[in-house]
């Protein structure tokens, strides 16, 4: 950061991606973030801004930052903020962020409710067309729940990384109204990760079934699931002839493409795991819309 804040930097005028790692911003006082910002200001061609690690007071200095970017498409805010997050949340709901931006990549306890906020802002577009969400736990749901009624009809490409340690105590019925995924008209991909066969099958796995059943975007092209496996017998908890049935309907209506995705114990064979997947969901496999991915934890 101190290289970049006094660097001449008009020679790198065509830089089209940044990433901004491990920086505490609170630290700069206003007259250097404002340098900072004038600073980026110069890269006139950026599309791709990823923070990973960057600390903020509240939103308003993250929008200041990509205000500066008029072509910005790529939001990636890892981000935490130094006030409680009930207040950034506040901020936010006055702070747009800019209609450029198309994909949103959120994965922090204070990027995911704050930023999902300002999505909802007075006088904001609907602009976001795919949003990568990792790390979500179930006290974001609300937040989630709110922008999917508000705006989800603009979201083309959805990813849910899910935190599932934080989904324990979770009403099945309460999980699936609070994600209203028949909302996503306009749906082409949907992922869902951070899920695991186990002998006791938490909210996420109990209910996967009913919430792809869910989905009616005319459009939906490919659904892709990811696991965790400890041993090869939870495969047999899982209620797999749900899943295939809640498939095939949606292929029926042009769902090309299903992928799961299993990373396994060590111990496990797996072309043993892929066999099993692919007997399990045989209809799909027979008609070619079958992709079955299988890594050894390494």
């Given at each position: ?13 065509q ?9 505490d ?24 801004l990823?923070?990973d690690?960057?600390?903020?007071h ?23 903020f130094t ?12 702070l ?14 204070d ?35 709110t ?16 935190e599932?340690a934080s989904f ?25 990760e951070?899920?695991?066969?186990s ?36 495969l ?32 496990i064979?797996?072309?043993?795991v ?5 007997g ?19």
């Amino acid at each position: 950061m101190d290289a970049l804040s006094f660097s001449h930097l008009s020679c790198l005028s065509q830089v089209e991606a940044i990433q901004i790692r491990s920086v505490d911003w609170t630290a700069l006082n206003p007259t250097e973030q404002t340098k900072l910002r004038r600073r980026f200001a110069q890269f006139k061609m950026l599309k791709l801004l990823e923070f990973d690690d960057v600390t903020f007071h509240d939103l308003r200095e993250v929008v200041h930052i990509i205000n500066s970017f008029p072509l910005l498409k790529h939001l990636s805010a890892n981000v935490c903020f130094t006030k409680y997050t009930e207040h950034a949340v506040t901020s936010a709901s006055r702070l747009p962020i800019p209609r450029t931006i198309e994909t949103l990549e959120l994965g922090t306890d204070d990027g995911i409710p704050v930023v999902l906020t300002s999505l909802l802002a007075q006088g904001a577009d609907p602009h976001v067309t795919r949003l990568n969400l990792r790390n979500l736990k179930a006290q974001h749901l609300p937040y989630l729940s709110t922008v999917v009624r508000r705006v989800g009809s603009h979201v083309r490409h959805l990813l849910l990384g899910m935190e599932r340690a934080s989904f324990v105590n979770v009403d099945e019925g309460d999980y699936i109204r609070a994600l209203k995924l028949s909302r996503l008209s306009q749906l082409r991909t949907l992922q869902i990760e951070g899920l695991e066969f186990s002998q006791k099958l938490s909210v996420l796995e109990a209910t996967l079934p009913s919430l792809i059943s869910r989905l009616e975007s005319p459009f939906l092209r490919c659904i892709s699931t990811t696991f965790t496996l400890n041993t090869f017998e939870d495969l047999e908890n899982f209620d797999w002839k749900s899943l295939q049935r809640a498939f095939k309907e949606l292929h029926f209506f042009g769902l090309k493409n299903v992928e799961v995705h299993v990373t396994a114990n060590l111990d496990i064979p797996c072309e043993r795991v892929e066999n099993w997947i692919r007997g399990s969901l045989k209809d799909l496999d027979q008609n070619a819309a079958l992709n079955v991915f299988v890594h050894p934890v390494s």
